[in-house]
Structure formats: structure tokens, C-alpha cells
């Protein structure tokens, strides 16, 4: 068996062990090795961090019942992404001669990307459906990447058109990575449905297809990281809206495009690398109409359509690019009490052709 791993190490502390006094399931998951003998193969602390996710999965669904968005939780397939926690107690997980020592399963050949320092709390050990196996380390150290303070401060409104705009006129390209790969997609999937039901080919051509899944996964996330770590190191503060990315997606057209964006996922990593690098995001609210209001004057547009790129203020007669004035009011919103940030002139910014679809208020 080939395993190919990866680390990741993230900083702080994560604990394993429910506080005293807090519910708890009664059923402990040792009571399920004498039915299902194959459990004594397995540490117990992996059984324990399934305990607790399913206890998290349980309070998840009584508290979004109350909401009225119930979701009970589902069984895994045994097909999509597998995975299971262990905690290192007493030295059970470390790593020796470039090997990873995992309990009950002992050393395993690794390959590592980065160096893991600190000291190891719990290893998660993932096999992706294109069945490769990674694993992600958790230590617990000094966070000592804090950066140097600076001034720089940037407004960012996401969008479908460009990715991002930014407040300071940069634009950054959507890659657009699932529509990239979108007929080799569908392609993977019809060579599937003409395969036999249970057959070996079958299995095959579903392999290919987890494999390209992948491949667009990757790529998304290496984009995804490579921006979001780029602006954390350039900013002290990071203004973004908030996204109600369910309630967009309802809009059909869009849906797909939505979740190829991967606005959330991206809004996540600024928010903890602001943490790790000492850096400051804030959210203007969620009503609030970064594209429709004038950034220079202030004035309010009663309907500003999904299409218009560009818009001319009847108050003050500037000309804005939609996106561009949306980052700009975005960044003022949240620095509401400081100074006022006045956008680069329309003509410093590259002009592009007005598209069709696009996102804001
Ligand atoms: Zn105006």
C-alpha cells in the first residue's frame, strides 16, 4: 500500500476529555467491542473522538431544530472522505527517523512537508476517495510567527466576476477552476454509468473521477491559500462583508458559481492566519449596501441591477466601478469613527469589459 502524507500543524489546544459535570452519551463505545470484535483493533481514542463528534453532530441538530433548520446526522459514505483522531498519550504518536508512529498501527512511512515542532497533541489520519492518505498533526507551541505591525489596511468585496476587488484598485482574476474542468467532469461520470454495477471497471472509472475531483479541489485550495496568506501579510486590517452564502445560492444561475468560489473557505483561512500572523479582520453587517451607496458622497441608489458594472452617482457625478466602490464603502463601514478612505480615481483602474454576472447588494 502506497501512503502519501501530508502535515499540517496548527496552533492551539484542543481537548479530547468532556469537562466534568457536562452530558455526556451513556453508551461508551467499549461496551461495542464484545458484539463487534473487530473494535479491539482499533485505539480507544479513536473511538472516543467518534463519541464526541457524534455528540457534537446530536447538539448541532437540537440546536439548528430550534432555529427550524434541522439537520439530523447522517451516516458516512464509505466512498467520500474517511478519517479518524487519535490523541497522543504518553508518547503513542511521534515521529522517529522520518517515520510517523500511529497507536495500534505503528510506524508509518511518511512523507513530510514541513517540519513538525511543538509538542503533539492528536494526529487525524484521512484517506481521500481517490485513495491517497494524509495526515494532519495537531501541536501546541508558542506562537511565535506574530509579523510586524503595519498601517496598510484594505476593503475586499468577493465577487463572481473578479474573485476580489480590492479597495486599493487591485483586481484579482476567479479562476474559476471548476468550470475549468467541467467536461472532463461529465465525461468521467458517463464513463462510470456505462460500467457494470459492482464490477471492477466500475470501481476504476470511479477512481479517475475522485482523482480529478481532487485535482480541482487542490487547485482551489492552492489559490485560495496563496491569497489569502498573501493579503494577511500586507494588511494589518482586513475589511470584508458578511456573506450569507446559503441564501445566495438559492439564486439557481448562480449556485454552482457560488460554491466554486469558495468565499467561505476563504473568509475561514483570513480569519485564523489573522489570528496566527496578529492581524485584525473585520466584517461590515450583513444589510449593509457596499455597492449600491456612493463612496465619495454617500448618496444612495434605490436599485442598482446584478449587471451594471459600472454606475455614474446622480449627486456627485462620479463615475464607480461597481466592485471597486463596494470594497472602498466596505472598508469605510468598518472603520466607521476613523478616517474616511477615498477611493483611486476610476481611470487608474484597469477597465474591463462589463460581464453578466457578478454579486452585491
Ligand atoms: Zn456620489
Not at 453532530?57 to 459514505?77: D, M, Q, T, V, W
Not at 458559481?257 to 475561514?268: E, R
Not at 487608474?348 to 452585491?360: C, H, I, L
Amino acid at each position: 500500500m502506497r501512503r502519501h502524507s501530508a502535515v499540517v500543524v496548527f496552533y492551539g489546544i484542543r481537548c479530547c476529555q468532556t469537562k466534568k459535570n457536562k452530558k455526556t452519551l451513556k453508551t461508551l463505545p467499549a461496551r461495542y467491542k464484545v458484539e463487534f470484535e473487530w473494535l479491539k483493533e482499533i485505539d480507544s481514542l479513536a473511538l472516543c473522538n467518534v463519541q464526541l463528534h457524534l455528540e457534537q453532530a446530536y447538539k448541532n441538530y437540537f440546536r439548528k431544530l430550534k432555529n427550524g433548520e434541522s439537520a439530523f446526522p447522517k451516516f458516512h459514505s464509505k466512498h467520500s472522505k474517511q478519517s479518524y483522531t487519535t490523541n497522543n498519550i504518553n508518547n503513542s504518536i511521534r515521529i522517529e527517523n522520518g517515520l510517523l508512529k500511529l497507536p495500534k498501527i505503528g510506524f508509518v512511512k511518511t512523507i513530510f512537508h514541513r517540519e513538525v515542532s511543538g509538542k503533539i497533541k492528536s494526529a487525524t489520519i484521512s484517506k481521500t476517495p481517490d485513495g491517497k492518505y494524509y495526515v494532519s498533526i495537531l501541536t501546541e507551541q508558542e506562537n511565535d510567527r506574530v509579523l510586524q505591525k503595519t498601517d496598510k489596511q484594505v476593503g475586499i468585496d468577493l465577487g463572481l466576476t473578479h474573485f476580489a476587488t480590492l479597495s486599493s484598485g487591485e483586481k484579482i482574476e476567479n479562476p474559476k477552476h471548476y468550470r475549468r474542468y467541467e467536461e472532463k467532469l461529465k465525461f468521467l461520470q458517463r464513463a462510470i454509468s456505462r460500467k457494470q454495477k459492482g464490477g471492477r471497471n466500475r470501481n476504476k472509472a470511479r477512481i479517475k473521477l475522485a482523482k480529478h475531483h481532487q485535482k480541482i479541489a487542490n487547485a482551489r485550495n492552492d489559490f485560495l491559500h496563496n491569497l489569502s496568506t498573501k493579503l494577511i501579510r500586507e494588511n494589518q486590517i482586513i475589511c470584508l462583508e458578511t456573506l450569507n452564502v446559503q441564501n445566495m445560492q438559492k439564486n439557481h444561475h448562480l449556485a454552482k458559481s457560488i460554491s466554486d468560489a469558495s468565499w467561505s473557505k476563504f473568509v475561514n483561512m483570513l480569519e485564523y492566519k489573522a489570528q496566527i500572523y496578529g492581524r485584525e479582520i473585520r466584517k461590515a453587517d450583513t444589510f449593509f449596501p457596499s455597492s449600491k451607496t456612493c463612496s465619495y458622497c454617500g448618496h444612495k441608489l434605490t436599485k442598482l441591477e446584478l449587471k451594471t458594472r459600472e454606475w455614474k452617482c446622480q449627486n456627485c457625478n462620479t463615475l464607480h466601478d461597481r466592485d471597486l466602490n463596494a470594497s472602498v464603502n466596505i472598508l469605510n463601514r468598518c472603520n466607521s469613527g476613523d478616517s474616511l478612505v477615498i477611493p483611486p480615481a476610476l481611470a487608474d483602474v484597469a477597465q474591463e469589459a462589463p460581464a453578466s454576472s457578478g454579486w452585491g447588494s
